[in-house]
Every structure is written in structure tokens, then in C-alpha cells.
């Protein structure tokens, strides 16, 4: 006997709730993210960036500035409708925190390192539903890493280097910056302090530890300033420092290596490394 039909019961498809709707709406409110983004061809989900977005050159002509790093226009970013915005750091917290209350998804990266900026690029792309394209961005700068750690490995001297964050008061470089320097086949004067992520943490109290260092190579990014030479040559005291008296002092684009992503793998590193194996070449004369 044929078991009557229930006219109550769903005749279409039950929903798979196993879909996720990835973001199309992305604002990043670091230089990092954005790059990233770029290098793995979804850029045209950004819809608003930091003002201190530099690369690719392009985007300063193609995203709407709607921060700075520790200001944000909330209003701004809420009326571009973001489905995911991209933060970094506790200096961020405060707008992360405003746009929490707005009920906006936000994300905030806090990595340091080199390890942490690679997985920050797997899980952005994760965050985008394109994990292939990070692993792919990834193994691209891991492969540039190697080479420049390969030809570092051939340098018959490693200079000791200070890297200079920023001048008042001064502040030594971060964790990926001092993992860089001794990548690129430097010796990172200042390796004690790499470990702290907080720049209050990283001062150099006293100005003439730096002479006591002796550090053969000066490299200086002061953070969105321009370099002063000439102020930093002429500190007291520092006309004792062979970086100075052979005259080893150099500026790298704080954007190319103060920015915990891709610029600081690819420009950045190889910036370091021209100026630690000019340095070896000259000692070899």
C-alpha cells in the first residue's frame, strides 16, 4: 500500500549551510594588507585604504584615504559599507574598538616577525576564500629569502649594523628588521632588544652605548621622517663609530622595510643586503 504524500512537507533543497559569502567590501587601514592584496590580484575587493599607502604606486590614485595609523575616519570607512576591515597592532585598538561598537568584522594582525608576516598572508587569504594564492605569495618570498640568505653565506666578514627607527629618543629596529639584518649577513647590534614589539621597549636610553657597539654600518628609516644625515653624524661622541668615520651611514624608504609585509621581504632585505655586501667588498680590498 502506497504511503499517502504529506502535502506540509519541503519539496525544494534544504540550504547548505557549509557556504560562506568571502568579502567584497575590504578597507585596509595598513600598508601591509593592501600590498598583499595587490601581489595576489584581488585588489578590487579594497574599497578604502590608510593615507599612508604607498605601494603598489597606483593605489594612491585607485582607494579612497580613509586613515591615518592611529586615526581613522569612522564615518568615512562605515558609509563604504566594508564587509571586513584589515587593522594592525594595539595601536589600532582604539578603531578597532569604534567600529566593533559599529558593528563593522574587523580583523587586527599583531605580527612582529618574519614567521608572522607569512602568516599573515596565508590568513588573509584565507579570510578572502583564496588560500592557494597566499601559499603561492608565500613560497615567492620565501624563494627571494633564500637567495639573498645564500649569498650572504658567501661574505667572508659580517658587519656589525645599527639600525636606527627613529632619533628622538632613539629607538633600534624591530624583530623583523633584526631578523633581516642578520639574514642579509649582518650582525644586529642591538639583537637584545628584537624581541620587543612595543617601540617605548626599544630606546636606547643612553646614546653612547651606540659608540661602545662600534657598529661598521648605520642604517637609518626614521618612521615616516625624512633622514638627517648631518644630525646623526655630528652627536657627540659618535665620530668614534667606523661607520661614521668610513663613512657607512645609509637611509633606507621606511615604507620598504617598516612596513611588516611584502616590502620589507623584497625591497627592504634587498636594500640591506646591497649596502652589508658593498660594505664586505670594500673590507676585501
Given at each position: 500500500?502506497?504511503?499517502p ?60 584615504k ?14 563604504l ?5 584589515l ?21 587586527c ?51 656589525r ?36 614589539s ?5 630606546i ?72 652589508i ?9
Amino acid at each position: 500500500m502506497t504511503k499517502p504524500s504529506n502535502p506540509n512537507a519541503h519539496t525544494e533543497p534544504l540550504n547548505d549551510f557549509t557556504q560562506s559569502k568571502w568579502p567584497t567590501r575590504i578597507i585596509c587601514l595598513t600598508e601591509e594588507t593592501t600590498e598583499a592584496l595587490y601581489l595576489m590580484g584581488e585588489d578590487a575587493r579594497i574599497v578604502g585604504v590608510s593615507a599612508y599607502a604607498m605601494r603598489p604606486e597606483r593605489v594612491k590614485k585607485e582607494k579612497p584615504k580613509v586613515s591615518a595609523f592611529v586615526d581613522a575616519r569612522i564615518e568615512k570607512i562605515l558609509d563604504l559599507k566594508p564587509d571586513l576591515v584589515l587593522a594592525f597592532s594595539d595601536i589600532q585598538g582604539d578603531i578597532v574598538r569604534d567600529l566593533v561598537k559599529q558593528g563593522v568584522d574587523v580583523h587586527c594582525f599583531n605580527h612582529r616577525s618574519i614567521a608572522g608576516i607569512m602568516q599573515m598572508i596565508r590568513t588573509l587569504s584565507a579570510l578572502i576564500g583564496e588560500p592557494q594564492k597566499g601559499e603561492k605569495l608565500v613560497a615567492q618570498l620565501n624563494e627571494s629569502l633564500m637567495h639573498i640568505h645564500s649569498s650572504a653565506a658567501e661574505l667572508k666578514v659580517k658587519p656589525r649594523v645599527y639600525f636606527e627607527e627613529w632619533f628622538d629618543p632613539l629607538i633600534t629596529g624591530i624583530t623583523w628588521v633584526s631578523e633581516l639584518v642578520e639574514l642579509a649577513g649582518g650582525i644586529d647590534c642591538y639583537k637584545e632588544f628584537a624581541c620587543e614589539s612595543l617601540a617605548k621597549n626599544r630606546i636606547i636610553a643612553n646614546t653612547d652605548e651606540v659608540i661602545d657597539k662600534q657598529p661598521d654600518i648605520i642604517i637609518a628609516s626614521w618612521c615616516g621622517r625624512r633622514f638627517n644625515k648631518e644630525k646623526l653624524v655630528s652627536r657627540a661622541g659618535w665620530n668614534k663609530i667606523p661607520a661614521i668615520i668610513n663613512d657607512d651611514v645609509y637611509e633606507i624608504n621606511s615604507t620598504d622595510i617598516l612596513q611588516p609585509g611584502p616590502a620589507a621581504l623584497t625591497d627592504g632585505v634587498t636594500a640591506i643586503h646591497e649596502i652589508i655586501a658593498n660594505w664586505a667588498q670594500k673590507q676585501a680590498q
